[in-house]
């Protein structure tokens, strides 16, 4: 296309215009807009798992991958098909509460406080003493116990969303997420959580969490990936009503939230007020899939070996309607990902430079839930895990602003971090650590499956330096478009960024499927331990 107007206008006699942005490009970003402008078209209805409109976007997907000349890797073709369980609150059934000083204080689901259908997969009436323990988390490599010296058996604990600062953001992600926190919370005899959401670090502002709170949440349908078993109950906390909490404690929210911000240790007691809590909730089964497909790597011995570009083609549907929307497009989120898998894949395809290993196109469904496409596909791999060498994961890398700082989560964690580093350098971009470690984005997306099975992986995006107009314009995208209607095709991308985008993905897909050496986990790095077997 490019080529083609070019000699339009030197027809024309304006050669001038026809400066070439960069010679060094494979892309323009036009043929990735035309498949964000597919997958997020109002009809796809925002591809919630489950759907039929995330069927048809993944016909689309199948489509063109067949056209690119893919061939399938999935169990049915192209599809790796993934059984579900939904769960959803029944509030008009359920309430909750806090008993302070013998009276009750009833709360209002979409004000105060909500059950996470998440963490909460069944039906539970109970009534419990509650205990504030900071954070929440108990870290060896660190000598953090914030359980220590408490007493929590049979009690529903209560932890601000966060970590202290003198913890490697990677590390305080791992022990973060779902399965690490409740491991620690259940030997302790824990029966339920209590979040409060951090008010320095809240993405989304709770009245846009609110209005979707009863949409419905999901797990994989296999006993085997539970990390929740004896977990009765979970409740997500406005920072806003929070004080209600402490109560007769002697302390108060807005000290533990001043401490929180600046994530300095929190202190860790018994609160006054119990919780009385009636959850009604019901469980549904449901089926969705992956999408895998490969090109074939040109050397005898390391075509066997699977470079794996990655992204989920799910979003969050239909929901509460914003502006009069109710389409959850998902343009950026994680439709940007999911075409830049295609655009790579027809890319490829079309300019054979010959790459030793062999490269894995997946398009994981079930993100948005909680990681679970890409949990079951790196737990159940259609090829070999050990002949996975590395994982580029792209979700949402945000071209909204020129592509000269780019974010290398996992940068400090592997090999695969320091070469995506060095081709980013190559082509004139800075590459740095995530510069808002409590955003915990490390653990937010589908690399950290394949992180869990000992995997190097990276995730990359368009980036900002801290106190620059940049970063109040990514702060504007996530308070306004993140989740939201919004983030829909009729909102301001910069295509050459994504172009310098793809390249360098590209490229460190070529690097990686064609250097001898797999990628290597740093000696120091945490996740090096899910790599010894
Ligand atoms: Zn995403």
Not at 69 to 86: A, E, N, S
Not at 245 to 263: M, N, P, V, W, Y
Not at 307 to 323: E, Q
Not at 332 to 347: E, I, P, R, T, Y
């Amino acid at each position: 296309m490019r080529k083609s107007l070019c000699l339009l206008l030197l027809l024309a006699v304006v050669p001038a215009v026809c400066v070439p942005q960069s010679p060094t490009l494979s892309f323009d970003g036009n043929s990735w807009w035309a498949h964000v402008r597919f997958l997020a078209d109002d009809s796809l209805e925002g591809r919630d798992t489950g759907s039929e409109g995330l069927r048809k976007a993944q016909a689309y997907a199948v489509d063109q991958l067949q056209k690119a000349g893919l061939q399938p890797l999935g169990t049915k073709g192209f599809h790796q098909p993934v059984r579900f369980r939904q769960y959803e609150v029944d509030e008009s059934k359920s309430s909750l509460a806090l008993l302070i000083a013998g009276e009750t204080k009833s709360l209002s689901f979409a004000d105060d406080a909500f059950f996470s259908a998440r963490a909460t997969h069944e039906s539970a009436q109970l009534a419990a003493p509650l205990v504030f323990i900071g954070f929440g988390l108990k870290i060896p490599e660190k000598n953090l116990d914030e359980l220590a010296g408490l007493d929590l058996r049979g009690k529903v604990v209560v932890y601000l969303a966060g970590s202290p600062s003198d913890i490697p953001t990677a590390l305080a992600s791992h022990y973060q997420s779902v399965g690490e926190r409740w491991k620690t919370l259940r030997a302790a005899g824990v029966i339920g959580v209590i979040t409060i959401m951090n008010p320095a670090s809240m993405d989304i502002p709770w009245s846009r969490i609110s209005v979707n709170r009863n949409h419905p949440s999901m797990d994989l349908a296999d006993p085997e990936f539970n990390e929740t078993q004896g977990l009765q109950l979970g409740v997500i906390f406005n920072p806003a009503s929070a004080e209600l909490l402490f109560t007769g404690s002697g302390h108060t929210f807005a000290e533990i939230a001043a401490l929180g911000k600046d994530r300095k240790p929190l202190p860790h007691f018994p609160l006054a007020a119990a919780l009385k809590a009636d959850a009604v909730i019901r469980s549904t089964a449901l089926e969705s899939s992956n999408l895998v497909a490969v090109l074939p790597g040109t050397d005898p011995a390391l075509k066997n070996e699977f470079v794996v570009l990655s992204a989920h083609i799910d979003h969050v549907g239909i929901g509460a309607p914003i502006n009069g929307d109710r389409i959850y497009n998902g343009a950026m989120d994680d439709g940007s990902g999911s075409a830049l898998v295609l655009d790579m894949a027809a890319n490829m395809k079309a300019h054979p430079e010959g790459h030793k290993r062999s490269l894995l196109f997946l398009l994981v469904t079930a993100e948005e839930k909680g990681l679970l496409g890409s949990r079951f596909f790196a737990a159940h791999p259609t090829v070999p895990l050990k002949s996975i060498v590395a994982d580029i994961n792209v979700d949402m890398f945000l071209p909204i602003v020129p592509l000269k700082v780019l974010k290398i989560e996992g940068i400090e964690e592997s090999d695969l971090g320091s070469r995506a580093a060095s081709i980013a350098q190559d082509l004139g971009v800075r590459p740095i650590p995530d510069p808002e470690p409590l955003r915990n984005a490390f653990i937010r997306s589908d690399q950290y499956s394949f992180i869990k099975q000992g995997v190097p992986a990276v995730k990359m995006d368009v980036g900002f330096e801290l106190g620059t107009p940049e970063q109040k314009i990514f702060k504007d995208w996530l308070t306004n478009r993140y989740h939201a209607p919004s983030d829909d095709v009729n909102q301001p991308v910069d295509l050459q960024a994504t172009a310098l985008y793809e390249e360098i993905t590209r490229r460190l897909l070529l690097d990686t499927a064609n250097t001898v050496a797999r990628p290597r986990w740093k000696p120091d790095s945490f996740f090096r331990r899910y790599a010894s077997q």
